[in-house]
């Protein structure tokens, strides 16, 4: 138990950022378990394998580097993409308190034949091919993120679907109207497949933490800016929109803006009995599903991230993600 307690420590000091162990010698590659669940949620099992190995992360409540206070989730994601990693966190009060942990994917667009600019990997001797992280929506860049609940309450959404794609989403429409027509201090476009029916959980904004990178697999990454030039009025309103809230928001690593911590519609039985995706792996198989860039979670862990998000937000202190990525 206490070769774990170092880790809040481990994770805020520039000498041990990119290393594969910690002090007292606690292993991050202990993060990602040698077999996780793929064909149903790992929420339990690895939550219940986790506490059994410590009380806390350490990581709530933290000194940041500008005296504010600060709480993180950890993202351990393997070097081979094609597999799945883990999101850890933890809630400190109400019936959901303690430490959870579940499967995540942080895959860039993905295909099961080749396509320019992808690279190779394999599930189980099946071939599958997903995007590097230096590509615009590929695997999610390694490094600190600052992130919030998508909700009405703070931010105006758009949904990026076609209006004609909507019919039928009145449900996922009404969780995304706000009560009034007070401005929103953020924007975000967010695509209905995000919003898993019959379950409560929202999308959460992953945003570049531009002065937080300082000890982080980060920090050495290119930043710049990539801001698309915009082909429609539409679009053009959009990206208005978007700076009006951001003006860095199309800042990052290799150019990448816009990521987001997610779940799809999967699970869902409308879609297991829909002839149209009759033998997609996607359905029995978490790690085929395409993450487009993102960081892709199962509804049920999107929820208790949500839960996590608030709960911290709510106690004044910034919340962030930091993603890392096990070195060979």
Request: charged share 25%; proline share 7%; net charge neutral.
């Amino acid at each position: 138990m206490a070769r774990w307690r170092c880790l809040g420590a481990v994770l805020l000091a520039a000498g041990c950022a990119s290393t594969g162990s910690a002090p007292g010698g606690t292993d991050l590659a202990a993060f990602i378990p040698e077999a996780i669940p793929f064909d149903r949620s790992a929420l339990e099992p690895l939550s219940a394998r986790l506490r059994e190995r410590t009380r806390s992360l350490h990581l709530n409540n933290i000194p940041g580097r500008r005296g504010e206070r600060l709480s993180r989730a950890l993202v351990m994601l393997p070097v081979d993409r094609a597999q799945m990693g883990t999101i850890s966190f933890e809630i400190e009060s109400g019936p959901k308190a303690g430490l959870h942990q579940c499967e995540a994917l942080g895959r860039g667009r993905t295909s099961l034949t080749p396509f320019p600019g992808a690279i190779g990997g394999a599930i189980e001797g099946k071939a599958i091919y997903y995007l590097p992280m230096d590509h615009v929506n590929g695997a999610t860049p390694t490094g600190i993120y600052d992130v919030r609940n998508i909700t009405p309450k703070t931010y105006e959404i758009v949904f990026l679907n076609s209006p004609e794609s909507m019919a039928g989403e009145e449900d996922v429409a009404s969780r995304t109207r706000p009560e009034d027509l007070e401005p929103r201090p953020y924007f975000s476009g967010v695509w209905k497949t995000w919003y898993a029916r019959g379950s409560a959980a929202v999308p959460i904004d992953m945003i570049w933490s531009l002065d937080d990178q300082a000890g982080s697999q980060g920090a050495a990454f290119p930043v710049f800016e990539r801001k698309p030039e915009p082909a429609s009025a539409a679009q053009r309103e959009f990206q208005a929109k978007q700076l009006s809230r951001n003006k860095d928001y199309y800042r990052g690593p290799f150019g990448r803006s816009g990521l987001a911590n997610h779940t799809d519609r999967w699970d869902e039985p409308e879609r297991s009995n829909d002839p149209r995706f009759s033998g997609r792996r996607e359905l029995v198989d978490f790690r085929f599903r395409d993450t487009d860039g993102c960081l892709k979670v199962r509804a049920d862990c999107l929820e208790l991230l949500n839960e996590f998000v608030e709960e911290q937000s709510g106690k004044g202190r910034r919340v962030q993600y930091e993603v890392r990525q096990l070195p060979n």
